[in-house]
């Protein structure tokens, strides 16, 4: 794999288009996003902010367009797909087994194992637990903790402490800080942030633009399944990204 | 404005993020879940104490052997049951399959003159056949197992009337495969040496092998699952097999050991079975269930019917019983689930 120069970008996405039936829930939409970059992809509900998410998970593929890896064309049509690209979705709540442990659920899917499939849970429970005092201290004690004790924010680590452990290179955060206190939705953000300096980059999608706006570089606004535009953090104000979700017209263009 | 959001003055970049909220919990939890398995273990005690209590017989050798002989047939139902219900669907069936399966068997060798070894075979494919229809229809179909085994358990049962035509199957208990699964070694039942077998394997899988994490997060979160690439219809329908499967060996185990097979045979036997797995703690909305718990709630439930045969009670308080019993575990559990959250 070749080192991309920090301008150029890793992923890309030339003219991507899905319709459900009659309904055309993304027209044409380009994006790009850097090594290191956090995008917040804005819109209203109906957008297609989260089609343009699956499409990137690998679970709807588009009815046309391209997804561009270091500038080879890639074809994403399941998961194991995605997950090859680097790309990992981290959905609010649905990712995470509450029933069993940490360890099972960060290699959920993944399992490290013996030959004939035994568990090496050695192994698993080693690296579960260096994966998250490295990246992440959460106050979580053991691997072995049960997911569905720990706090929301404490799942989202988890979630999050899987992919990198797992080679994400792009993170995909769907409502991340929807069920948050104030307070872990700040840690769950800074957390991301940090991210940056391992030049693993993030999509933010989220109806939070007070969230948003404080930890993204570049905003991809979205209105009815068309895109509004791209624009860095220094050229807009909260008060117009407000106004062109809420418009979904750029009329200064 | 609030531009650049609350963070104006950026702090330096963040390595380590302090999300603990509750330093004590897990340890805990942790205690919980130990009492947990512990607590059924004790319970069991206190069950079979009372009950020699009761009956001095209870713990005669006569009576323990006796025990030792019937319950496998109950409990090697319930360790596929165990499994099942931890993926996330359970089975109405079982009893059909338990009746049916060893009547296929029965017909290859005493009237068609199969080989005993490949009738016995034709039994096992049979369980696993019916599962494997279960599985299917559940999965693909996409209706809930309790609808697509209720109408299997009685179709099944209807079919096993229908070959019988109501009169019992003798089976040769003298032959070596009866005496493979449920004949003695120096006075011991075989049986529950396969029994103590199937649970240990089914142990082993649950706890040391990639397809029980698999049949735990398809039972726990089945969206989860499919999202990290887990098959979880295979899961389920190679668990719905393995029941049927068991089911089928159980039944077979029977009619060995008591030379016939009845088409009436394994009424009411799921719920039995699901009885002893919740009975063990195993949650009927999947994803948490553990072996250990099932052998108690086997133990328990095998116990109450010996024990009112014992005392002469008459045999229409076993329901009773196990119904109350059934009401008082899953109560308990949910109590200790809601300390946790």
């Given at each position: 794999m070749n080192e991309p120069d920090k301008g150029a970008p890793l992923y890309r996405l030339v003219g991507i288009s899905k319709s459900f039936g009659p309904v055309?829930?993304?027209?044409n939409i380009d994006m790009e996003v850097r090594a290191g970059e956090i995008i917040g992809l804005v819109g209203d509900n109906g957008a297609g902010k989260s089609t343009l998410i699956k499409i990137l998970s690998g679970i709807y593929p588009p009815d046309s367009g391209q997804i561009l890896y270091n500038g080879e064309v890639k074809r994403i049509g399941s998961y194991r797909d995605s997950q090859a690209l680097g790309i990992a979705t981290i959905y609010q709540d649905r990712a995470l087994v509450d029933s069993v442990s940490i360890y099972r659920n960060i290699f959920m899917g993944s399992e490290l194992v013996?030959?004939?499939?035994?568990?090496?849970k050695k192994t698993m429970r080693k690296d579960a637990t260096k994966v998250m005092r490295e990246s992440i201290s959460i106050g979580i004690e053991s691997s072995d903790q049960l997911v569905g004790d720990l706090s929301g924010g404490q799942k989202q680590a988890v979630a999050i402490a899987r992919a990198i452990y797992f080679r994400a290179r792009l993170l995909l955060l769907d409502e991340p800080t929807n069920a948050l206190s104030v307070k872990e939705s700040r840690q769950v953000m800074a957390f991301v942030e940090s991210l940056k300096e391992e030049g693993i980059s993030s999509i933010f999608v989220t109806h939070n633009l007070l969230h948003v706006h404080s930890i993204a570089d570049r905003f991809t606004i979205l209105s009815h399944g068309e895109k509004v535009g791209d624009f860095e953090k220094r050229d807009i104000s909260m008060e117009k990204l407000e106004r062109l979700i809420v418009t979904g017209k750029n009329e200064e263009v | 404005m609030a531009r650049g959001g609350a963070r104006g003055g950026r702090p330096p970049a963040i390595r380590s993020v302090d999300l603990s909220d509750s330093s004590g919990r897990g340890r805990r939890l942790k205690n919980i879940l130990k009492y947990k398995d512990i607590s059924i273990v004790i319970i069991t005690i206190v069950f079979l104490s009372i009950f020699a209590m009761v009956s001095d017989k209870f713990l005669s050798r006569e009576n323990i052997f006796i025990i030792i002989k019937t319950m496998p047939e109950l409990g090697i139902v319930a360790i596929g049951m165990t499994m099942l219900i931890i993926a996330g669907e359970f089975d109405l069936s079982v009893g059909s399959t338990f009746a049916l399966a060893p009547f296929i068997m029965a017909i290859l060798n005493e009237r068609a003159g199969q080989n005993q070894i490949l009738s016995l075979l034709a039994c096992l494919v049979t369980g696993a056949a019916i599962g494997c229809i279960n599985g299917l229809i559940t999965t693909k179909i996409g209706i809930p197992s309790f609808i697509t085994t209720l109408g299997t358990m009685m179709a099944w049962r209807g079919a096993v009337l229908l070959i019988s035509a109501g009169f019992p199957q003798s089976f040769q208990r003298d032959l070596p495969v009866a005496k493979a699964f449920a004949g003695n070694i120096s006075g011991f039942p075989v049986q529950f040496i396969w029994f103590v077998g199937f649970a240990v394997v089914m142990w082993v899988l649950l706890e040391h092998h990639r397809f029980g994490n698999w049949t735990y997060v398809t039972g726990g979160n089945k969206a989860a699952a499919v999202a990290m690439g887990i098959p979880v219809d295979r899961v389920k329908i190679i668990n719905f097999m393995v029941l049927g499967g068991l089911s089928a060996l159980a039944g077979a185990i029977q009619m060995f050991r008591m030379g016939s097979g009845y088409?009436?045979?394994?009424?009411?036997l799921e719920l039995q079975a699901i009885g002893a797995t919740v009975i063990g703690g195993t949650l009927l909305s999947g994803g948490s269930g553990t072996m250990v718990g099932t052998l108690m709630g086997t133990i328990i439930i095998f116990s109450i019917e010996n024990i009112i045969v014992l005392s002469r009670a008459?045999?229409?308080w076993f329901r009773t019983f196990i119904g109350i019993i059934v009401i008082v575990a899953v109560s308990a559990h949910v109590l200790i689930q809601g300390r946790r959250s």
């Open positions: 055309e829930a993304l027209k013996h030959p004939a499939g035994f568990l090496d | 088409s009436i045979a394994g009424q009411g008459p045999a229409f």
